[in-house]
């Protein structure tokens, strides 16, 4: 079965980390564009991160440049967001998804879930102040 696994989520506290993986069950992550979004209570999902295993590149929303980090662990054909300086509004499940899309939008663009066919469970991630 083709399915897409997140994990990690938690309670931290504001400026605390946390780091959550998407793992790819039944396929490998090649060719693939990998998203994360976020969807809080009564908001719109949010494209958070994207990375691109077919062109290598990366789109990140403004609201947690330099903050949040997606990297590959090839070897256990996992995505990893690493979240740093957490705020309370970062708090939302967290989603990961996957298509074959080619690349990532260019910066200045959204990250759109249209875009996206395979998706994760989610993961919940609260931010306490």
């Known amino acids: 079965e083709v399915q897409l696994v997140e994990s990690g989520g938690g309670l931290v506290q504001a400026g605390g980390s946390l780091r959550l993986s998407c793992a790819a069950s039944?396929?490998?992550?090649?060719?693939?564009?990998i998203g994360w979004f976020r969807q809080a209570p009564g908001k719109e999902r949010e494209g958070v991160s994207c990375l691109s295993y077919s062109d290598g590149s990366t789109n990140n929303a403004d609201s947690v440049l330099g903050r949040f980090t997606m990297s590959i662990d090839n070897a256990k054909n996992t995505v990893i967001l690493q979240m740093n300086s957490l705020k309370p509004e970062d708090t939302a499940i967290y989603y990961c998804?996957?298509?074959?899309?080619?690349?990532?939008?260019?910066?200045?663009?959204?990250?759109?879930?249209?875009?996206?066919?395979?998706w994760g469970q989610g993961t919940h991630v609260t931010v306490s102040s």
């Open positions: 998804a996957a298509d074959l899309l080619g690349a990532c939008p260019t910066t200045g663009y959204r990250i759109r879930a249209a875009d996206f066919g395979l």
């Open positions: 039944g396929f490998t992550f090649d060719d693939y564009v």
